[in-house]
């Protein structure tokens, strides 16, 4: 499909978060008139604009976005496809929520039309909101995965995704045999894991929904295919800590269930990790395995608060999900500007850059991706958003008085939504324009 010499510039500032301050915390780098310059899929060169003016081959094509900003992609490390439809349902806490609507919503997904329809509303509601890779949860059914690949293929996206395992707790039309469901996985691994730039991940609902038998089964299937994720959830909320010690008596801690079962591993990602003692940070920290922050969906299920400074302070990988649909809004933007206001909360307020740094580079350690996306360096995976600070009458009253870059991306990341998304580049190619 792709040319043998697909060039392109774009021209902007350019803003990413790199861990260049001290002890590795996040600070902004900025290019005032850069440049990404694109060939085949890959960031070729950064730098100022008039360099790379000079630099590339002539006839190359030229996106001047002027003072607009030039962000690398938003990744969206946690999201459930076929919650789309059920985003905004009154819910009062995890559990019930998961009973009156996330279960119905999966049982629509039995028919395929409806995984395949879905699948391509949400991925390109992602791409509206900036996002150019995503972790996501499918249903059950092996054909929500790949429908959603599928779709995420023809959009060039980055997708890590899986098929839902669940083998007890939950309605009987979406349960499975823990060997039907391993087997599943398996097939769709290697239907799909490696697949340009698709991969899998197995995706266990969480510890009261799988037997033991299902989570070694996932550990052996991990250690057969070490390079696909695992990807669950975690001390999301209090009565989810009681239902795990009534299910798994014999284990002295939700976090202590998964490592028991060989999963808490590199390439383990898990949502949420609000209630977690300074030690399972660490335990987390020192397996590899990562954590997904969804500020707007523990808000709305009022499960608690992310502790970013402990978490980070144990040296986990965290990066930042929406967890559409208990999560509010597909906006990495909104979401930031909801994970801001949870580390206000705890008297931890978080930095712009450390913001920017949880919606692209965390996320692509928390991945271990942060090789390929992340960040605009040369030999990335060129993924960028433009965002117009000046998208609506309040955001451009509000720039016209900001006084530096760093104050212009805060109150786009707290003012901001799909509408402040200009322009979304996906595996070099332009996915998205707003018009
Ligand atoms: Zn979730």
Known sequence: MTSQCDTRLLLGTLVQAVPDGPGGKPVLAVTDRGGVLIRDGLIEAVGSAATLRAHAPEGTPLHDYGSRLILPGFIDAHVHLPQTDIIGSHGEGLLTWLERYAFPAECAFRDPAVAQEVSGFFLDELLRNGTTTAVVLGSVHPHSADAVFREAARRGLRLVAGKLLMDRNCPDVLLEEAETGLERTRELIQRWHGVGRLQYAITPRFAPTSTKAQ?????????????????????????????????????????????????????????????????????????????????????????????????????????????????????????????????????????????????????????????????????????????????????????????????????????????????????????????
């Open 215 to 435: 989570l070694t089964g996932i550990a052996a299937l991990a250690d057969a295919f070490p390079d696909v994720y695992v990807h669950s959830h975690l001390a999301e909320s209090r009565t989810e800590l009681d239902w795990v010690r009534q299910v798994y008596p014999s284990q002295t801690s939700y976090l202590d269930v998964y490592q028991h079962h060989g999963l808490l591993r590199p390439r383990s990602l898990f949502a949420h990790c609000v209630h977690l003692q300074q030690g399972e940070r660490e335990t987390m920290a020192a397996s590899g395995a990562a954590a997904v922050f969804c500020p707007t969906s523990n808000l709305f299920l009022g499960s608690g608060l992310f502790d970013h400074a402990a978490s980070r302070t144990a040296g986990m990988r965290i990066g930042l999900g929406t967890d559409v649909g208990a999560g509010t809004s597909f906006s990495m933007l909104r979401t930031a500007s909801e994970a801001y206001k949870v580390s206000a909360l705890l008297g931890q307020a978080l930095s712009p850059a450390e913001l920017l740094y949880l919606m692209t580079r965390g996320g692509a350690e928390a991945l271990d991706l942060d090789d390929r996306i992340g960040t605009l360096a040369a030999g990335m995976e060129a993924d960028c958003v433009v965002l117009d600070p000046e998208a609506t009458p309040l955001s451009a009253r509000r720039a016209a008085r900001c006084d530096s870059v760093e104050e212009l991306l805060f109150t786009t990341l707290i003012l901001g939504d799909d509408r402040h998304v200009a322009a979304v580049y996906a595996g070099g190619r332009c996915q998205h324009e707003r018009a």
